[in-house]
């Protein structure tokens, strides 16, 4: 037997499709007997061995045998839960348009290529140099400076390291608070179902990872390679570099999922994260200690 909705086949017996929902039959009302009639004695059915497993599986509602890959059960319509596959889907999604992504990367091209050319004039002109200023006496200043470490500047969205792959999902960032964050994606392989593979930018590619700073208060949106990627977050308030990070305030943590960047024909696919000061409001964010911290 054959859906007369999405033509698949059909168990026998089924009152609905296991593939589409569609109900196959309806019930007729039952009707008032005539004259009185005594049920007929039942004899209890003797227990049924539990088969082997054999591409079928149970209905959580009814318990009756069906196909394991029904997303409804063609005896009772229940739908069936899926298992958990680990990565970050609940989280709302980020697409582009694949036109628009090639048109912004055309864009960017034309503007580096003009600052490239501003840059060269500015240094053909800059052949008269003006005379120094005297360097200011930085004897006996240890005391001035104190032992504090040495705060750098950091756009957001700034990348520090950048994978030798063509950037084409969007990752979104918001920082709700007074800590910034840097971010670290290490690459773990390539997602299931992605219409596009990994696209090396050059011939023999090594960086595979990436990472970007966002300043406390701030959003910053990024591209991030097809992959599959475990996330890590540093936080803390005076940004010392990528290397000493947020200094001994540092707080390191990884996210619990993995996170899934891919493809269809259309558009490209990323997330959306919300990050805040206090543990208790990042649920998805797990402590680490910092040697556990990539980079």
Do not use: H
Not at 45 to 52: G, L
Not at 252 to 280: H, I, N, P, Q, R
């Amino acid at each position: 037997m054959y859906c007369k909705n999405c033509g698949k086949e059909i168990p026998p017996g089924s009152r609905f499709c296991p593939n589409c929902g569609t109900q196959l039959w309806q019930e007729a009302p039952a009707r008032e007997p005539d004259c009185p009639v005594s049920p007929a004695p039942v004899r209890p059915a003797p227990p049924k061995a539990e088969p082997e497993n054999d591409g079928k599986k149970r209905c959580i509602k009814c318990g009756e045998e069906i196909p394991d890959d029904s997303v409804l059960c063609p005896y009772c319509g229940a739908w069936q839960e899926q298992e958990d596959s680990g990565k970050k889907e609940d989280l709302p999604k980020k697409s582009i348009d694949r036109r628009a992504f090639i048109a912004m990367a055309v864009v960017a091209v034309l503007l580096l290529a003009a600052l490239i050319l501003i840059s060269g004039i500015v240094a053909s002109g800059a052949g008269k140099s003006e005379p120094s200023l005297p360097r200011p006496d930085t004897e006996g200043s240890t005391e001035a400076l104190g032992d504090s470490p040495q705060v750098q500047a950091a756009g957001n969205g700034q990348y520090f390291v950048e994978p030798d792959y063509e950037l084409m999902c969007p990752l979104e960032i918001w920082v709700n608070g007074q800590r910034s964050y840097y971010l670290y994606l290490e690459y773990i392989g390539q997602p299931e179902d992605s219409y596009d593979s990994r696209q090396p930018l050059v011939s023999s590619p090594e960086e595979e990872d990436m990472s970007f700073y966002v300043e406390a208060g701030n959003s910053a949106e990024v591209y991030v390679p097809v992959g599959d990627y475990y996330l890590y977050y540093a936080s803390g308030y005076d940004w010392q570099g990528p290397e000493d990070l947020f200094g001994e305030d540092t707080q390191y943590s990884v996210d619990k999922y993995v996170l899934s960047f891919y493809t269809d024909e259309e558009s490209a696919y990323g997330y959306t994260l919300d990050l805040w000061d206090e543990s208790e409001d990042n649920p998805d964010l797990e402590a680490i200690a910092p040697e556990d911290f990539p980079g």
